[in-house]
């Protein structure tokens, strides 16, 4: 069990750093290649996320994806990088580019999610 746990975190992890952009849990299972099982990749998502390896991205789909954690220090508004949703390949990435935002006072924040739409680099060619 331990074993397995061990081969799906690292496959996970290569999968999500070799495409450099943010997953769904399908399309991750999709690109392991390994016996995996599917109960096992969704713990080590959401483990990973927990750890501040991972973070999740929830388009404005409502579908929600998964991405590396570069520059996350901040656990509370993990959101805090923008997000790229590509609308000609449908690909979700983070853009380096930090969200400046502070809640007026009186409101406490426990999420944040900024998804930008358009065109990405690769497509724009
Ligand atoms: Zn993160
Ligand atoms: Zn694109
Ligand atoms: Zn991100």
Request: charged share 25%; proline share 3%; net charge neutral.
């Amino acid at each position: 069990m331990e074993r397995r746990n061990t081969q799906t975190k690292e496959a996970v992890l290569e999968v999500l750093s070799q495409s450099g952009k943010a997953l769904s849990r399908e399309a991750i299972e999709k690109k392991i290649t390994t016996g995996i099982n599917r109960a096992t990749v969704y713990r080590v998502l959401n483990r990973f996320c927990e750890d501040g390896v991972l973070h999740k991205v929830v388009a404005d789909n409502g579908k929600q994806y998964f991405a590396i954690c570069t520059n996350c220090e901040d656990k509370v508004l993990a959101g805090h990088h923008f997000h790229f949703r590509c609308l000609s390949c449908e690909t979700i990435e983070c853009l380096p580019v930090p969200v400046d935002f502070s809640p007026p006072e009186g409101y406490q924040v426990s999420g944040l999610n900024c998804m930008v739409t358009g065109t990405c680099s690769d497509c724009t060619v």
